[in-house]
């Protein structure tokens, strides 16, 4: 109760964040920064993954989680999601952008697209990625032939993942910087004993689109052979 809607199309106006008041009181504090986060009240149409979801219809699902929180002092754009990824929630890709008209700011919200996706072409691997510093628990498991398209949680933090062949061992862990498209930012991946590698790792623009891809090398790159293989000395057992 008391919280603002704004339908789809409308706008809100919202009053300057006050200096003064408590917060004013303590000068070891900063100057508050004004911040907003949205989220869809009451559901929302579906969509394909590829172009964001659908867009703010009606519908019986229950509102999603906040987004994240979107500095009104600084123009730019941010892309996050909302919604909870399953079927009756599905995402949601949502582009903020905070744009200074004269003497305000105003934050402009639109479907936005996914600015990252995770590719496996391989017919055989299954891969796990996950944010650096994470648990198992909140890794992203690909099959063969699967994609995964998402956004980073904190658009103000760096954009990394790390990632493995499942069943390779924690050993065997890559770290992918998606900031950057050359290739010393991407490594390709091993399995315990073989010195070459099992996927073979690229990182592209495909439109908006940073895309990881891994796929199976040549069938006469592959070594077989578990003599002198740094990565089988690093690998440890790891269940399917």
């Known amino acids: 109760p008391g919280l603002p809607r704004v339908p789809a199309g409308a706008a809100l106006a919202i009053d300057a964040v006050p200096e ?5 009181t303590v000068p070891s504090l900063r100057p508050p920064t004004a911040m907003v986060s949205v989220r869809i009240a009451g559901g929302g149409g579906g969509g394909g993954a590829e172009d964001g ?4 219809g009606s519908g019986g699902s229950a ?4 987004s994240v929180q979107l ?3 600084a123009v730019g754009d941010t892309v996050f999601s909302l919604g909870a990824g399953s079927r009756e ?3 949601r890709v949502v582009r903020a952008s905070v744009q200074l008209i004269g003497a305000t700011m105003f934050i402009v919200l639109v479907k936005g697209r996914w600015p990252y996706c ?11 990625f996950q944010l650096p510093g994470g648990d198992a628990a909140h890794e992203w498991r690909l099959q063969p032939c699967e994609r995964r398209y998402f956004v ?7 954009r990394q993942l790390v990632g493995r062949i499942f069943g390779a061992g924690e050993g065997l862990v890559s770290r992918f910087q998606f900031h950057d498209l050359s ?12 010195s070459t590698p099992a996927l073979k790792v690229g990182l592209r623009d495909r439109g908006a689109t940073r895309v990881l891809v891994l796929r199976d090398p040549p069938p006469e790159a592959h070594d077989a052979s578990t003599s002198n293989s740094p990565a089988s000395a690093a690998a440890a057992a790891e269940s399917p």
């Open 53 to 56: 979801g659908g867009g703010c």
């Open 152 to 158: 980073f949680p904190d658009p103000d933090a760096p």
């Open 118 to 128: 995770i590719e496996n072409r391989s017919q055989t691997h299954a891969v796990a």
């Open 71 to 73: 500095p009104l002092s």
């Open 183 to 194: 290739p010393e930012h991407t490594q390709d991946l091993y399995i315990p004993g073989h």
């Open 20 to 24: 003064s008041g408590l917060l004013g």
């Open 63 to 66: 509102a999603t989680p906040w």
């Open 89 to 91: 929630d599905p995402f």
